[in-house]
């Protein structure tokens, strides 16, 4: 494992009921004018309009760009990019789920940057000059991307989601307040609950794993691991709701200061090509992909079956690794997560895109992350598995 020099986290984060009132005093701190970046059913809900209310409070200008989509792509990038620079802005906001979260971490780069986001994959193009301020306000609990350095953007000319990862896109400011994820409808908690889960699994299992990663990736495991169900059956549960806030906080900055592996490899170009949101595809993925690395990462399996069953701590590893997997599987059966099919894609559309996923998957880089690291045809069978994957089989060995 490798031991890094520097654990990056944003420079303040705000947690807890009621935090949200606390983002005119930080946006003050870092300007005048804030470009709010959203979608629109953050506006319908009213956090947007709570939003400006508390920056009118501290005399802070704002302006709304609330045109994103359920996945981020390069040309939600350049709208709001026009908008920023058209009225002057000097500090972005993010309102939402992950998509609006890594949207406005490309604006606040390229703001001062300049460039295409695509030019930033790959660290092609390096960041020369800080970025804009930015404020990250996440209304799930799941992609963790307000405490993350990487963003996820959709080039719509070659449908490939680009994964970019550079210091300068983590934000200055976070505020986690478990009361705007109260309001997401249950199968979007259900996604974005898994998808933490994922990441946090990921940063335990990763090549690049090491002991800071490995705490937060542990801690993060136990918080999802007992109130993810209850988030999902009682919309009430505030404390639920915060643990899972706080876990997904967790498990973004162990898979930031780690990595990703497997699945997001693979997911990212389902995403792209079939417009199914991350959190979905992360979570139709995480079951056989843990099912295929089993036998190059049993100990760390095993410390998450742990973690379902505490009873596994008197039985040996392997069975202690089959509870982990077996345990995921019956979690996505009780929050009802649909395999590609159920999804609705078609399988001869999905078969003539194999070819085309596996290639994308593996220039992320991500699989190469991987306890076990898969052959093209390896991942091609991967996804022929998880078109059809039955959570109610028993696990494969």
């Known amino acids: 494992m490798n031991i890094p020099t520097a654990f990056q986290s944003p420079a303040i984060i705000h947690y807890g009921k009621g935090s949200f009132q606390e983002v005119g005093k930080e946006t003050i701190r870092k300007g005048k004018k804030a470009l709010i970046i959203s979608d629109q059913m953050m506006e319908q809900l009213g956090y947007i309009e709570k939003c400006r209310t508390y920056l009118q409070e501290e005399n802070v200008e704002s302006v709304v760009y609330n045109g994103v989509g359920s996945e981020p792509t390069d040309k939600f990038v350049e709208e709001a990019l026009h908008f920023f620079h058209q009225e002057k802005c000097d500090v972005v906001l993010s309102i939402g789920g992950g998509s609006c979260i890594d949207t406005a971490k490309s604006v606040a780069v390229v703001s001062t940057n300049g460039g295409y986001i695509g030019d930033y994959m790959g660290g092609k193009k390096q960041t020369s000059h ?78 690049k794993a090491h002991p800071m990663s490995d705490m937060m990736a542990l801690s993060a495991m136990e918080l999802i691991v007992s109130n993810l169900k209850k988030t999902y059956d009682d919309p009430e549960d505030l404390e639920a709701q915060a643990k899972m806030a706080l876990g997904a906080l967790q498990a973004g900055w162990a898979f930031s200061n780690s990595s990703v592996c497997l699945v997001h490899g693979m997911s990212r170009p389902i995403g792209a090509l079939f417009h199914v949101p991350h959190g979905f595809s992360n979570a139709m993925l995480l079951p ?48 009802q997560i649909p395999n590609l099919q159920e999804w609705g894609i078609e399988q001869k559309e999905f078969e003539s895109a194999v070819d085309k996923m596996v290639k994308d998957a593996f220039e992320s880089g991500s699989p190469g992350k991987n306890p076990k690291v898969p052959s093209l045809e390896e991942m091609k069978e991967l996804y022929r598995v998880c078109y059809d994957y039955n959570y109610a089989e028993e696990t494969m060995r």
């Open 288 to 335: 056989a992909v843990m099912e295929f690395s089993r036998e190059a990462a049993i100990k760390r399996l095993a410390d998450l079956g742990r973690i379902f069953k505490p009873e596994a701590e008197k039985y040996s590893n392997e069975e202690a690794a089959d509870i982990a997997i077996s345990s995921v599987k019956e979690l996505c059966r009780d929050l």
């Open 130 to 207: 800080l970025p804009s301020p930015h404020i990250a306000i996440p209304t799930t609990a799941g992609t963790g991307s307000e405490a993350t350095d990487v963003t996820i953007i959709t080039n719509t000319a070659n449908e490939v989601k680009m994964m970019i990862k550079q210091p300068a896109f983590l934000p200055e400011v976070a505020i986690i307040d478990p009361e705007l994820s109260k309001s997401a409808p249950a199968k979007v908690k259900a996604a974005t609950g898994v998808d933490a889960l994922s990441h946090a699994i990921e940063a335990y299992i990763s090549q």
